[in-house]
């Protein structure tokens, strides 16, 4: 064989959805792809703010001397401090640059930060519905994940969280605003969960650490402040990306904060850069480094993300969709009109829509729809979204 | 502790040659950065070709629509039917864009490679002296790194070599430009490992993957046509990037190629693409993507490099140091006047003079000097050269 027995497996594994994004193409080539409604993918159609464009001109404009070599494996100063900087305005913890790292996206952030804490078998708790590569990120790193229930609100189940945290558990991995649902995690719950950590801590002897996930931060919505995870406890690492504030995926760039009040701070720091490296990262981007240190205070137009959640929530809702009105993101996770999400997807497809199955999140009876596309793609959404759901109704 | 034992454990183990670089910096920070002869680093001085800025100047000038988007995990088709192309071109083999993978540099190549064909205790093979990073990336993924004898001229030792491949090989990994000896390996010598390869492959009934780490190809000197290791052995991979040729180190540009050859190929393609994926580098950066694939035919000024090399040999020889005459990459390798290669580098220093113990490479009673300097640092150097040789040659 030439691949490993792992890779072979686990590509089988996620081949159903492999197979779905085939039909989804077939779709397109068979129907033209402007008459395909694609709602299946993270990946924003909006450009990167005008600040961007700008920063990038200048420098092509007036290039710097050396400025694509390699630095050092942090990454540059001015932007770890500006990285700093930022963070401390917003959460009030005094950061520096000491305490980041800059990464090849959320990605490299989270596969460096799991590199960095986990001997074999320690555990990674993550809760359903989660972002399916975080059980790739887990394993490749010889972690185990465990998977904990959320409720109807999609909030962690703290009494089930606490029944659940044993000597081998080394992290638990949040993202708010979470991918696939939208919610926000609110400052209460943070609160108890951290709470919770630190007694897990004291009655085990351990680190667990609280990994927080969050390139959706400044995508929320309804007038919220952001609830920092950072803020409940102190051993906690953010892992986090420019892709969508700065709507820059492709050009894979991210950073890891520590809380400065982590207990052996430098020890963990160090082994985050030495990660990076060993990783064969190397170091993030250095164009996008020296662009994003300028562009720490900008973000893309909330504005519009918050008006397509709204027509879209409106008119699910309107047809008779049941789901949670998300603060965050750019996701809706309804629930499927059928139980079986997976048939339900390939009813919607039917009429030239494409959503992703909640079972590829781990929450089957529900399904992904990203409305981070053209309102024209939304606005043909509708009818396909309508007729399923009659159908399946009737049927 | 904040960080894994695996991780603490190859920190200590890697600490000494950090500690030389701390001492680097503190040498340069008490006489002044100009007054240092830093000859330890392979990061080139050079600014990427005039073609790279007038390309980036182009795209910033006219932005693409989407064209800092996520795009597929293996690269725009574009760019990769580019290195298709001139891969083509230069080995006389047909690649096509499924034959490409783009990645994060070849150190993200690497251990995409590594982590797509590696079970559980998989022997690779790599060759002292080599780059010690390779130890890193084979452990990353399960693997276990065999070290194998080179001769005087740092040409793999083949009967050695053959009596050492068992069952467990997986995959003999070589880099040819070398770092850090510089040598080039000939078409002899490829054709011979070809051929045991396959030997070996039947006595086993196993696949033996060739890895080829070939960043410094286009780097070679006295008109030498380069011999691809592809052309000796079907089962073959190249893991590359655009950091020397381009001199682009700090924006992480490479990819991958697979022999088309290769049995399985398609499996071992997609193997690649999942595990690029999975491993957090989702998508080489979309920016220099779009770059690089209209600068194939594109590389820095070679002539400058073998100058420099000249320059640095002859005066090295004509002091006594004793070394092979590099026909690539942009590194010396000479023997150490004293037996003990850290001391003698440690002397250097004595002279502001800074360069990397063999002991680093696997090799002691060598020293990497690297040339990708310029002519100050390279001339400034000269006298601390000569003046420690003379000083232990004296005691």
């Known amino acids: ?24 193409a077939s779709l397109k080539r068979q129907y033209g792809e402007e008459n395909v409604f694609d709602l299946s993918l993270g990946n924003p159609e909006m450009e990167p703010p005008a600040e961007f464009r700008e920063e990038l001109k200048r420098l092509v404009e007036k290039p710097l001397p050396g400025m694509h070599r390699y630095m050092a494996n942090a990454g540059y100063p001015e932007t770890r401090a500006a990285v700093a ?8 913890i005094k950061f520096t640059m000491n305490d980041v790292v800059m990464t090849c996206g959320a990605a490299g952030a989270m596969n460096v930060v799991l590199k960095t804490v986990l001997n074999k078998g320690d555990e990674v708790i993550i809760f359903a519905p989660f972002f399916p590569e975080y059980i790739n990120y887990v394993d490749n790193h010889g972690g185990v994940t465990r998977i904990m229930p959320t409720d109807e609100q999609f909030m962690p189940k703290l009494d089930i969280l606490e029944t659940n945290i044993g000597a081998k558990t080394r992290a638990v991995l949040i993202n708010s605003p979470n991918n696939p649902t939208g919610v926000v995690y609110s400052e209460g719950l943070l609160r108890q969960l951290g709470q919770l950590l630190r007694e897990k801590e004291v009655q085990y002897g351990t680190q667990l650490f609280l990994i927080s996930d969050e390139p959706y931060r400044r995508i929320i919505y309804d007038g919220l402040k952001y609830p920092f995870p950072l803020l409940h406890h102190p051993q906690s690492i953010i892992a986090t990306s420019h892709s969508k504030d700065l709507a820059l995926p492709g050009e894979r760039i991210g950073y890891i904060a520590v809380n400065p009040e982590c207990s052996q701070r430098e020890e963990l720091v160090n082994g985050l850069i030495y990660c990076n490296r060993t990783l064969g990262y ?7 480094q020296r662009i994003v240190s300028r562009l720490q205070a900008v973000t893309v137009s909330v504005a519009e ?14 047809m008779g969709y049941s789901m949670v009105k998300p603060q965050g993101a750019f996701y809706l996770f309804p629930k ?30 529900h399904m992904r729809i990203s409305y981070c596309v053209n309102d024209r793609t939304l606005g043909g959404s509708l009818e396909g979204f309508r007729k399923a759901a009659e159908k399946v109704k009737g049927g």
């Open 1 to 24: 064989m030439s691949i490993s027995d792992k890779v072979q497996k686990s590509m089988a594994q996620g081949s159903w959805i492999r197979r779905m994004f085939e039909e989804g």
């Open 85 to 92: 900087e930022q963070l401390s305005l917003e959460t009030g």
């Open 282 to 288: 190397v170091n993030a981007s250095a164009l996008m």
């Open 305 to 318: 993300y918050q008006r397509k959640r709204d027509f879209l929530y409106g008119h699910l809702s309107e």
């Open 336 to 365: 499927t009109p059928l139980e079986d999400d997976v048939a339900f997807v390939r009813e919607l497809q039917q009429w030239q829509v494409l959503a992703v199955p909640g079972s590829g999140f781990g929450s089957p009876g």
